[in-house]
């Protein structure tokens, strides 16, 4: 079986997962950049809230390095509360297809658990919890840029989506 026909797979999973939307894009749109970690640090009320977020996270650096090996992704559009399953599944069903070094990513701080552990102690979730993107340099506004998809700030008073990634190698 080829990447494509895995990919395609994919994509019919994400929609039979009730995903909003899901768009099979190369890895090369993925738009990166280490600034994301001030994000971050100066301004977001997750920082070090989280062990899916900063500092606990590689550092966009880091990651830089392990996205270039990545050819392909799944962009999933999802409501928010069935990001955390979905992307789980989906990366799960990757490995499923071969792609053992499948990695989903969520959008924003991690919810799974209503507080996270104290520094220093094991996730209680680990087989669920997935870094946010934008943790690791995705900038995911000029990435739905690349790929054809306008994308605005919500205003707080609409439903809202968010998206999210699965990786594939």
């Given at each position: ?105 969520k959008a924003g701080p991690c ?17 669920k919890a997935r870094p946010s ?37």
């Amino acid at each position: 079986m080829t990447i494509e026909q895995d990919m395609d797979k994919l994509l019919a999973y994400a929609k039979d997962k009730e995903a909003v939307s899901a768009q099979i894009i190369p890895a090369d749109e993925i738009a990166h950049d280490e600034r994301t970690l001030y994000k971050c640090r100066y301004g977001c009320p997750a920082y070090g809230r989280y062990l899916t977020c900063p500092p606990y996270t590689p550092s966009p650096a880091e990651f830089a390095v392990a996205l270039r090996k990545y050819k392909w992704a799944l962009m999933i559009e999802a409501n928010p509360e069935d990001m955390d399953s979905l992307v789980v599944a989906l990366e799960h069903e990757a490995m499923r297809l071969g792609h053992y070094l499948a990695l989903g990513l969520k959008a924003g701080p991690c919810l799974l658990c209503p507080e996270c552990v104290p520094p220093g102690e094991p996730c209680r979730e680990p087989q669920k919890a997935r870094p946010s993107m934008e943790a690791l340099g995705i900038l995911v506004f000029d990435t739905l840029n690349n790929i054809g998809i306008e994308q605005k700030l919500s205003t707080g008073t609409e439903k809202f989506t968010v998206r999210c990634l699965v990786l594939v190698e």
